[in-house]
């Protein structure tokens, strides 16, 4: 991946992640991250947050609303509070955010340049460049309100930004990775992906050249003042159509375009993902999973949904076609697909921070076995068997106050189970 790296159209969505959701998330989403490096490396991990696929799904598997612009600022978020204390370790460091938390992104950094070696003021340019490119250069009709800028000890970043579309209830999202990034004002993007917005201010493309440079002479000799006096006498006269060279071709970058409706149906899962990892995790949890089913309360539930993480850490970037999936591990803060299973979610957690713990200390047998998981559910997939979305979220509905099942409503109370057949309810 070269350049802006993907981008991704989201339903706009407000309110808040609950504290008991967000410091899960800030666990889970820390032992995902440091699964990723010590298996794959650092570039990896940056690779992974730059491509929009795996963002979305890493989010969804966290618990988050599976299909919404919350998504992007609860995972930057969670990365910075969690990554934080292993900074030193991972030689990992996360910036920003939304609001007022982008704005102090130039000083992070000069502040981590200045702890590990790193020239803080190039990175930090590089923070204003990535935002005005996005921002001014390319108008597009989405307000940026979030950046989030993760930078590794060798002076690698990745950049992941959000505009937001009030008018038309959407959020676009922009990623960026430094890597094999030679210009950030001529074709920085290998395509800028989205719904048609009609023609749109792209001062980046090479083509914009001299429309570059007529603006600067134009500031020069006319002067703001003078510039302005112009503006007043071409005032209501129809602008002429700009002539390009050449038609705007664009690249196959990954865009990720989330629906509109909250709820997971049948056509935004790949039934036959979820059914090879339901029967790895079926097959494998008992046999294979020995130390990591020493966690008390770990059971077949929570097998299922470690196959899901197993994914996310291994998975090549094809696998994540469908976020929606990965929202079955854990469900949903607002009860889409389910209401998220406490118990189940924090024996994920204990399980993972078991493995990366020994994985520290040179013990890698239980990374190894859930790499093994993942490995197993792609093995599978092609003949397994399994329920239908519909049949397995009902089934997640069914038991989720036995799974500890909480959202932004409270507690999932007991289900109540259906009138036996020829009895009368009660009124």
Same mark, same amino acid.
């Given at each position: 991946m070269t350049r802006r790296s993907g981008s991704?159209? =989201?339903p706009l969505h407000g309110g808040r992640v609950p504290r008991w959701l967000a410091d899960r998330m800030t666990r889970l989403g820390a032992l995902i991250a440091e699964a990723v490096v010590r298996e794959y490396g650092r570039d990896e991990f940056l690779r992974r947050l730059a491509h929009p696929f795996w !963002?979305?799904? !890493?989010?969804?598997?966290?618990g988050m609303d599976w299909h919404s612009s919350g998504i992007t600022t609860s995972v930057i978020g969670a990365l910075k509070r969690g990554l934080a204390p292993l900074s030193g370790e991972l030689g990992i460091h996360v910036c920003g955010?939304?609001?007022r938390h982008s704005r102090a992104t130039p000083g992070e950094l000069l502040a981590i340049g200045e702890k590990v070696g790193l020239d803080g003021g190039a990175l930090a340019s590089a923070s204003r460049l990535v935002a005005k490119v996005d921002s001014a250069a390319v108008q597009d009709g989405f307000d940026l309100y979030l950046h989030g800028f993760i930078v590794a000890d060798d002076g690698r970043w990745v950049v992941v930004q959000q505009g937001?579309?009030?008018?038309?209830?959407?959020?676009r999202r922009y990623h960026w990775l430094s890597e094999n990034l030679k210009s950030f004002v001529d074709?920085?993007?290998a395509a800028v992906d989205g719904p048609g917005q009609g023609r749109i201010v792209n001062l980046a493309d090479r083509r914009a050249q001299a429309s570059r440079a007529a603006q600067l002479? =134009? =500031?020069?000799? =006319?002067?703001?003042?003078g510039i302005a006096r112009e503006l007043v006498h071409i005032e209501g006269k129809p602008a002429p159509a700009p002539q390009l060279d050449a038609p705007l071709q664009l690249g196959l970058l990954p865009h990720l375009s989330m629906p509109d409706h909250h709820d997971v149906r049948a056509s935004d899962v790949v039934a036959r993902r979820l059914h090879g990892a339901l029967a790895a995790a079926a097959e494998n949890g008992p046999r294979d999973f020995t130390e990591l089913l020493q966690v008390p309360g770990v059971g077949a539930r929570t097998v299922r949904a470690l196959a899901m993480v197993a994914e996310v850490v291994h998975g090549a970037p094809c696998r994540f076609s469908d976020p929606a999936r990965y929202s079955l591990a854990h469900g949903g803060k607002d009860r889409?697909? !389910?209401?998220?299973?406490?118990?189940v979610y924090d024996h994920t957690i204990g399980v993972l921070k078991s493995a990366v713990e020994n994985a520290r200390l040179g013990r890698d047998e239980q990374l190894a076995a859930l790499k093994r998981l993942d490995a197993q559910a792609r093995r599978l997939e092609a003949h397994a068997r399994g329920p239908t979305v519909e049949q397995y979220l009902a089934e997640e509905r069914q038991r989720s106050h036995e799974y500890g099942g909480r959202s932004v409503f409270g507690w999932e109370p007991p289900a109540v189970a259906p009138p036996a057949r020829g009895s009368k309810a009660n009124s």
């Open positions: 991704a159209d =989201l !963002f979305q799904s !890493f989010g969804a598997v966290m955010g939304r609001g937001m579309n009030g008018e038309r209830r959407q959020a074709d920085p993007h002479e =134009l =500031l020069q000799t =006319l002067g703001p003042d889409h697909p !389910f209401p998220v299973p406490t118990r």
